[in-house]
Structures are given as C-alpha cells and as structure tokens.
C-alpha cells in the first residue's frame, strides 16, 4: 500500500510562484513513476506533470511546459512541483499520483494511487 499526502499549496497572485511536495509511504514509492494531475471545478481531472522513477524522464502538459518543474529525490520518498509563473487559469486542486509503470505516464489510466489533493488558486 502506498499513501501520498501533499502540501504547499496556497493562495498567489498572479506571475508568483509556488512549490508542491508529495510525501510517499510504501516500500514501493521509488521503483515507480509519479504524475501530477489538477482539477478545476466543472472540469475533468487533467495531466499536469510525470517524472520517471530515476528521474531521468519528465513530460508535461503543454499548458505548463516552460512554466512548471517536476522532480523527485527517492531518499526522501518525496516529489516535488515548481509551479512559476503561475496564471489564473492555473487554479485548481492539485493532486500527486503514482503510475503502475517505471516510465513517465501521461495517461490518467495509469495511476493507482492518488493523494488527497492541495487546493492553489491563483488570483489575477
């Protein structure tokens, strides 16, 4: 079993910037890739982010690409999301997942466990 609790998020204005953190339990954590997933409300869940299990892979949403970071550090069973530049549109439940796959996983499908979710909202 592998639970997931997030952290970081919070209220910025617009152009500022803010840091998620996904802390993993389960002695499984470091062998699997991990995504980032939001949730507006109204609309469906969507791919943000996913960092292969080494880190060595990342792939992100065109939306963020340029603008957002993802990474890990296995050590210390946590990964990470460096959000700049952030834009209204950017506001949503934020959510930490864990892919059934080694590889980076854009597909929601693949995910197994999931966190309980940091509310960001950006204002303008």
């Known amino acids: 079993q592998v639970q997931l609790v997030e952290s970081g998020g919070g209220l910025v204005q617009a152009g500022g910037s803010l840091r998620l953190s996904c802390a993993a339990s389960?002695?499984?954590?470091?062998?699997?890739?991990m995504g980032w997933f939001r949730q507006a409300p109204g609309k469906e869940r969507e791919f943000v982010a996913t960092i292969n299990w080494n880190g060595g892979n990342t792939q992100y949403a065109d939306s963020v690409n340029g603008r957002f970071t993802i990474s890990r550090d296995n050590a210390k069973n946590t990964v990470y999301l460096l959000m700049n530049t952030l834009k209204p549109e950017d506001t949503a439940v934020y959510y930490c997942a864990r892919s059934r796959t080694l590889g980076s996983a854009t597909r929601i499908d693949l995910y197994d466990y999931w966190g309980q979710g940091t509310q960001v909202t950006v204002s303008s």
């Open positions: 389960g002695r499984t954590y470091g062998t699997y890739a």
